[in-house]
């Protein structure tokens, strides 16, 4: 059976970039949020999801309009949950899958920003949780997504301090300079292959 990492962090802390620096050490990496919007995109789900809202959430090109439902969940707990009570399992049958698909390496990682949040610490053998600087965060996420600072801090306003989440991690990387990144990542492989004596 393969080790399973849980990769976390907020929002604008870098994931991707360690998600890829691990799929260079030949750990498969499944990114929880890029196969959730897939699984979004198939009929039977914009269907499924349709049903929660009054309002129509589907664009005309038959796919949900996801900008539309954050809008709509984000000060709207019920709504929420009724979203992730459709989505969740059709995420988690997926990783499953995909888990089956990979059990030949010895370690794989799934990436998931809301970890924490959603309580599923328990799924892994090691939790790795990268952070940043909240100003660093911001600037990342407001250059990459066009969206304004306040927007940001609000997103993060609804997510775990890095504090809270540091002290339920095994492993924290700060992830400002990318070679000690690199290097740190490296090491973090390391020191589990050595503890799992998987060398």
Same mark, same amino acid.
């Given at each position: 059976m393969?080790?399973i990492?849980?990769?976390t962090?907020g929002?604008g802390?870098?994931?991707?970039f360690v998600?890829?620096?691990? @799929?260079?050490?030949?750990?498969?990496?499944?990114i929880?949020d890029?196969k959730?919007k897939e699984?979004?995109n198939?009929?039977?789900?914009?269907?499924?999801?349709?049903q929660i &809202?009054?309002q129509?959430?589907?664009?005309?090109?038959? &796919?949900?309009?996801?900008?539309?439902?954050?809008t709509?969940?984000?000060?709207n707990?019920?709504?929420?949950?009724?979203l992730?009570?459709?989505?969740?399992?059709?995420?988690?049958?997926?990783?499953e899958?995909?888990l089956k698909?990979?059990e030949?390496?010895?370690?794989?990682c799934?990436?998931?920003?809301?970890? &924490?949040?959603n309580?599923?610490e328990n799924? &892994?053998?090691?939790?790795?949780?990268?952070?940043?600087?909240?100003d660093?965060?911001?600037?990342?996420?407001?250059?990459?997504?066009g969206?304004?600072e306040?927007?940001?801090? @609000?997103?993060?306003a609804?997510?775990l301090?890095d504090?809270?989440?540091? @002290?339920?991690?095994?492993?924290?990387?700060?992830?400002i300079?990318k070679e000690?990144v690199k290097?740190e990542?490296i090491?973090?492989?390391?020191?589990?292959?050595s503890k799992?004596?998987l060398?």
């Open positions: 393969s080790i990492i849980g990769l962090g929002i802390s870098g994931k991707t998600a890829n620096l691990l @799929k260079e050490l030949n750990v498969p990496v499944y929880a890029s959730a699984i979004m198939k009929p039977e789900v914009v269907n499924a999801v349709q &809202f009054e129509n959430v589907i664009t005309d090109k038959g &796919f949900l309009d996801r900008a539309k439902i954050r709509i969940v984000f000060n707990n019920k709504l929420l949950t009724a992730n009570n459709v989505i969740h399992p059709l995420v988690k049958f997926d990783f899958t995909w698909e990979n030949s390496y010895q370690i794989i799934k990436e998931t920003a809301l970890l &924490f949040e309580e599923l799924d &892994f053998h090691y939790v790795i949780l990268v952070t940043a600087p909240e660093v965060r911001i600037k990342r996420v407001v250059e990459r997504d969206v304004s306040n927007d940001v801090k @609000k997103i993060m609804k997510q301090s504090e809270k989440k540091a @002290k339920k991690s095994h492993y924290v990387i700060n992830n300079n000690l290097k990542i090491a973090i492989i390391r020191d589990i292959k799992n004596n060398f």
